[in-house]
T-cell receptor
Framework: DAGVIQSPRHEVTEMGQEVTLRCKPI?????LFWYRQTMMRGLELLIY????????DSGMPEDRFSAKMPNASFSTLKIQPSEPRDSAVYFC???????????????FGNGTRLTVT | AQSVTQLDSQVPVFEEAPVELRCNYS??????LFWYVQYPNQGLQLLLK??????LVKGINGFEAEFNKSQTSFHLRKPSVHISDTAEYFC????????????FGAGTRLFVKA
């Protein structure tokens, strides 16, 4: 089990540029989550998918943020245009529901540290 | 809606001493409770979880937590800490009525001194 894989590990970009963060969930997991971690706000849930369909995007801060999950093994989080206040660590996590039960833990990737200058 | 309060932002402790990290939650429905640990430059890893049944749950690395429904608490304990336990610890809550939306506390940084 390779775990949740995120790329890149670090991204430094200039304000106004487009940024794309990538995530490969654990095979067989049907839920995928994007979180953002900052010192000021802690861990914030941005959006999550079930079977590739967005279920709740109420945490997405602005229209500059978008997320897609074209298939069960890949998701992207895009910021366009990026701003310095978007600097944070972005985590992807996945989990599996079993027979309608939702008690499985989240499995996190190692995150992408984004710096917007 | 659910919320989680971790009462201490930082906890310094000497090696081999006991430690308790406090967590209180608020919810109008029954919940699942989790503790995660985050080492530097890594993602969060599950320490333990409470789903139902026995209120004392044991996790990895010698940690345990006790669910107290009347006090809406889920405090994490370890009887003797090691330098390698230095990390950030997150308490999390999820409604057990369906869905995976998980809310995390602000985290407690445990610093173990030699």
């Amino acid at each position: 089990d390779a775990g949740v894989i995120q790329s890149p590990r670090h991204e430094v970009t200039e304000m106004g540029q487009e940024v794309t963060l990538r995530c490969k969930p654990i095979s067989g997991h049907d839920y995928l989550f994007w979180y953002r971690q900052t010192m000021m706000r802690g861990l914030e849930l941005l959006i999550y998918f079930n079977n590739n369909v967005p279920i709740d995007d109420s945490g997405m801060p602005e229209d500059r943020f978008s997320a897609k999950m074209p298939n069960a093994s890949f998701s992207t989080l895009k910021i366009q245009p990026s701003e310095p206040r978007d600097s944070a660590v972005y985590f992807c996590a996945s989990s599996a529901s079993h027979l309608g039960s939702y008690n499985s833990p989240l499995h996190f990737g190692n995150g992408t540290r984004l710096t917007v200058t | 809606a659910q919320s989680v309060t971790q009462l201490d932002s930082q906890v310094p402790v000497f090696e081999e001493a006991p430690v308790e990290l406090r967590c209180n939650y608020s919810s109008s429905v029954s919940v699942y409770l989790f503790w995660y640990v985050q080492y530097p430059n890594q993602g969060l890893q599950l320490l333990l979880k409470y789903l139902s049944g026995s209120t004392l749950v044991k996790g990895i690395n010698g940690f345990e937590a006790e669910f107290n429904k009347s006090q809406t608490s889920f405090h994490l304990r370890k009887p003797s800490v090691h330098i390698s336990d230095t990390a950030e610890y997150f308490c999390a809550v999820r409604p057990n009525t369906g869905g995976f939306k998980t809310i995390f506390g602000a985290g407690t940084r445990l610093f173990v001194k030699a």
